[in-house]
Structures are given as C-alpha cells and as structure tokens.
Nanobody
C-alpha cells in the first residue's frame, strides 16, 4: 500500500513563494507517476502538475507554467511543487496522488490516480 503525505502549505501574502512536498512511502517511489491537484471552495478539482516516475516527463497546467515547477527526488521519496508569485486565486487545498506507471509515463487526469494524500492548505492573502 502506498501512502502519501503532503506538507509545506500555509498562509502567505500575494507575491510570496511556497514549496509543497509529497512524501511517498510503502513502495518504491520511482514506480509511481505523481500528480499535484488542487480544489478551491466551491470549485472542481483541477490538475496542477504531474511528473513521471523517473522525472523525465513533466506536465504543468498551461496557466501555471510560468509560476509553478514540479520535481522529484526518488532517493528521498519526495515530489515537490515549487510555487512562485502566489495569488489569492491560488488559495486551495492541494493534494498529491500516485499511480503505477512506466518510468517515463505520467497522467494528468485525477480520476486515474489510485492513491491520494490528505491534502495541505494553501491560503494566499491579498
């Protein structure tokens, strides 16, 4: 069984940066593609970013590409989401999720992911 734990969320001011971490345990981290998703109050969940098991394949939502970066360190079983120039519209509960995949495969559809963390809250004040 894979377990994911998010950390790094918090309350920040507009323009600040945050780095979210997703720690993967229970299985070999590189066997899993990992995605970051977020859900704001009253809105549908949206895909933020995804990364393949070996880190070679990356996806970031088009509207976020200039501010968000996804990376992973399989030696540390960690997938990170670096967020810059945060805006109030970024306020949401951020989740990481994992799916078994080929080394270079990734998936951007949240419905395909099998394992989910509990989420970490990001609140951006104006």
């Amino acid at each position: 069984q894979v377990r994911l734990v998010e950390s790094g969320g918090g309350l920040v001011q507009a323009g600040d940066s945050l780095r979210l971490s997703c720690t993967v345990s229970g299985r070999i981290c590189s066997y899993y593609a990992v995605g970051w998703f977020r859900q704001a109050p009253g809105k549908d969940r949206e895909t933020v970013a995804a990364i393949s098991g070996d880190g070679s394949g990356k996806f970031v939502q088009y509207t976020l590409k200039e501010r968000f970066t996804i990376s992973r360190d399989n030696a540390k079983n960690t997938v990170s989401l670096q967020m810059k120039k945060l805006q109030p519209d970024d306020t949401a509960l951020f989740y990481c999720a994992a799916i078994v995949a080929t080394a270079t495969g990734l998936n951007t559809r949240g419905t395909r992911y099998d394992y989910w963390g509990q989420g970490t809250q990001v609140t951006v004040a104006s």
